[in-house]
């Protein structure tokens, strides 16, 4: 099939070219995925390092303090639910309430 006529060897030569093209470009990136895998945790180091050095920096020098979620007082769910609550027709419904459940459900102890 790859055979010519004149020129024999011209056709196993294409064919060997053909597959050693193949089979450098499969090493090629295999090597290359082995590289990457060498040197991805580095890279992941040195931004870990950049925005730790960023991040103190801008705290030494940016504007202000700087403040996380968990210390800001957004006035959510639980300050409304720590807040004593004053309305006689609640407080009467929250014992029926619970005097039913007891009913329902009392302990076993």
Same mark, same amino acid.
């Given at each position: 099939m790859f055979m010519f006529r004149r020129f024999p060897i011209?056709?196993?030569?294409l064919v060997g070219w053909l597959m050693l093209t193949i089979l450098s470009g499969v090493?090629?990136?295999?090597?290359?995925?082995?590289g990457l895998l060498l040197i991805l945790p580095i890279l992941l180091f040195?931004?870990?390092?950049?925005?730790?050095?960023?991040?103190?920096?801008?705290?030494?020098?940016?504007?202000?303090? $700087?403040?996380?979620?968990?210390?800001?007082? $957004?006035?959510?769910? $639980?300050?409304q639910m720590t807040t004593a609550r004053t309305d006689?027709?609640?407080?009467?419904?929250?014992?029926?309430? $619970?005097?039913?459940?007891?009913?329902l459900f009392p302990d076993e102890a």
């Open positions: 011209l056709g196993w030569l090493g090629s990136s295999a090597l290359g995925a082995v040195k931004m870990m390092f950049f925005f730790f050095i960023f991040g103190a920096i801008m705290g030494k020098f940016g504007p202000g303090r $700087r403040y996380y979620g968990r210390h800001v007082n $957004r006035g959510g769910r $639980r300050d006689p027709e609640w407080e009467q419904n929250l014992h029926e309430a $619970r005097t039913e459940l007891d009913e």
